[in-house]
T-cell receptor
């Protein structure tokens, strides 16, 4: 089955700086890669996603890049703010009929230092 | 839309007792997922349903765990008998089948003493 590795496990950045979280996946058939943000005591919430036919996607201060050849994808947060502090999870899925399980990374605890 | 609804939000019980967690998916969503989250093991998929049918229960830890989805708007996860190592946050998520985005419920925080 799919295996997703996520690095780093913890990340501290100064407010205003950029943060980058990286994930690798094992199954080249994976074709959908969402990122979830989980604040303390709350549910995971989708913040951005990317499909395998796209190399990069942006949404305001958040961007995701995908390198299918290397089988890795990254989350980029620019101009970080205190409210960006949370645990971030990457995930991968082979989206076809009969196999719809998301495989999650182990999470990155991001702390924004004011 | 009210989003995915879970109940109870918090449950404290004693070892050996039966625990039933409930989930109402987003209306119109065809897939429902049960996850367990702990510090040690992270976010684990326990079981998921498509159109009320269990598709993959390989993540269910043991026979003490069972899940049902009697109709499109309701699912239960039951633990009988409960053990302290079952203490975790249990999330339910739902998804419209032709899209991949999963929407999580607020979770049930379970503590087994």
């Amino acid at each position: 089955g799919e295996n997703v590795e996520q690095h780093p496990s913890t990340l501290s950045v100064q407010e205003g700086d950029s943060a980058v979280i990286k994930c690798t996946y094992s199954d080249s058939a994976s074709n959908y890669f969402p990122w979830y943000k989980q604040e303390l005591g709350k549910r995971p919430q989708l913040i951005i996603d990317i499909r395998s036919n796209v190399g990069e996607k942006k949404d305001q201060r958040i961007a995701v890049t995908l390198n299918k050849t290397a089988k890795h994808f990254s989350l980029h947060i620019t101009e970080t703010q205190p409210e960006d502090s949370a645990v971030y999870f990457c995930a991968a899925i082979i989206s076809n009929f009969g196999n719809e399980k998301l495989t999650f990374g182990t999470g990155t605890r991001l702390t924004i230092i004011p | 839309d009210a989003g995915v609804i879970q109940s109870p939000r918090h449950e404290v019980t004693e070892m050996g007792q039966e625990v039933t967690l409930r989930c109402k998916p987003i209306s119109g969503h065809n897939s429902l997922f049960w996850y367990r989250q702990t510090m040690m093991r992270g976010l684990e998929l326990l079981i998921y349903f498509n159109n009320n049918v269990p598709i993959d229960d390989s993540g269910m830890p043991e026979d003490r765990f069972s899940a049902k989805m009697p109709n499109a708007s309701f699912s239960t996860l039951k633990i009988q008998p409960s053990e302290p190592r079952d203490s975790a946050v249990y999330f339910c998520a739902s998804r419209y089948r032709i899209q991949e985005t999963q929407y999580f419920g607020p979770g049930t925080r379970l503590l087994v003493l």
